[in-house]
């Protein structure tokens, strides 16, 4: 009964009995306190209007749902012209809950990590006033909390069901997650980083090739350069290779297309430093055989353009020299039109992309990436949750809500040495997913 009795009380209440028969457990509790015999608006006397009680819900006791039945009298001033009516203040209930300060605390620190359906069970109280007690308190918070202006920013969109896209934001310095926006388009973008508190402080923004970003990163963060993250770049390398093996396919039968695609399509998207001695000797063969030919020329482009950010990880000018000599090596034969796409695109973001070579640091959204997939767990965990609440069960895991509480002020995210920089257990094995995994996914 530890809670269990010390913490039942409340100031001026006494316990007179409790219920523990039903599914709740019922603590029924009377006032105590000193009465006033006058008025305290104008001095006259007082008389007993009624006694009223009112349930209170607390956390559990005895592992079922605590209600408090608080009983308490009310009184009114005869005087005519006022008739005030006076009640006692109950201490520790958040009255426009009906619910004690504890119980508050506790429904919207289990709001970050459990469905409202089964906060609601716990406390006996709607999935609907569980929702408005933890977004409540969160509105609450959100004033305090207060993330230093990353230098090193990655950015990147995420579609959520039933909420549509979300911009995610990420400090790539420290690996946290800064903020969650409702919508990337770049007016929202925009004015979102206006507002952002030192933006100055920006210096490099990493993101995909979704070109508003460069309007707003231009307009409100001056000092910021856009670098392309280079695992979108490579990517169309491999989908420039794709594209040639599925030429190559359709002059096949049958049974020889499903055996390319089944024994060559993986081993085609493999780095050549990570193939086999089977997927070898499979390339090697391509080389031989006049019909598989173009798909060892695709995978010697693939290679090569890959080799640009490998073999020249420190020189610009190397890396805008190789760029230049591998454009140069693509075949006239329109088989390979997909790998020309890809060099128009480097091209067209001819800048962003190669500003990554005077970034100091070694700059990439794998972060972000992984920081999608988590945020996606969390709304299926949440079951539907609005965006408001998602971003609230992300940003204000429970970390920050006990430094909130504990400091009054959170200046800068908690940046944890090992683990998630989230709440949910379950999905701790994607955040810790390495760059080398995450490049994977674009071989």
Known sequence: MAKDMGELFLEDFSIKSIDTSGAN?????????????????????????????????????????????????????????????WAPEIKGIDESHKMTDRAFSAIADEGLRHSFEDIGEEYDISPRTAKSIFTDY??????????????????DEIKIKKIGEITVITDLEHRTLYDMLDGRNTPSLTGYFSKMPDPEKVLWVCTDMYRP??????????????????????????????????????????????????????????RASRLTAEEASKIRYCRTNEKYKPLAVAFDLKEDFFNIYDENPTSKDNAQ??????????????????????????????????????????????FTECTNRIIRENS?????????????????????????????MLIGP????????????????IIEMTEESFEDTYN
């Open 25 to 85: 457990v019922n603590i029924y509790m009377h006032w105590d306190g000193k009465t006033p015999d006058e008025c305290p608006a104008c001095g006259s006397k007082l008389y007993k209007h009624d006694t009223r009680t009112v349930e209170i819900t607390d956390t559990q006791l005895f592992g079922k749902p605590a209600k408090m039945q608080v009983s308490y009298p009310r009184m009114r001033c005869k005087n005519p012209e006022c008739k005030n009516l």
């Open 138 to 155: 969160i509105d609450a918070k959100d004033k305090e909390l207060k993330f230093i202006t990353p230098a090193f920013v990655g950015m």
């Open 213 to 270: 970003f460069e309007k707003t990163i231009k307009t409100a963060l001056p000092n910021a350069r856009w670098v392309v993250d280079h695992f979108h770049v490579v990517a169309y390398a491999n989908r420039a290779m794709d594209s040639v093996r599925i030429a190559v396919q359709r002059d096949m039968s049958k049974k020889d297309r499903i055996a390319t695609k089944k024994g060559l399509a993986y081993t085609l998207r493999t």
């Open 321 to 366: 020299a190789a760029f230049a000599e591998w454009e140069k090596s693509i075949p006239e034969d329109e088989l390979y039109d997909g790998f020309r796409e890809l060099a128009k695109t480097v091209h067209n973001f001819y800048e962003q992309i190669f500003n990554l070579w005077d970034c100091p640091i070694h700059i990439t959204n794998g």
């Open 380 to 408: 299926v965990k949440g079951r539907g949750s609005s965006f408001k609440v998602l971003r609230a069960r992300t940003l204000f895991r429970k970390t920050n809500l006990t430094r909130l509480e504990e400091n009054g």
């Open 414 to 429: 908690g940046i944890p040495n090992k683990g998630p920089v989230f709440h949910f257990e379950e999905t701790k094995d």
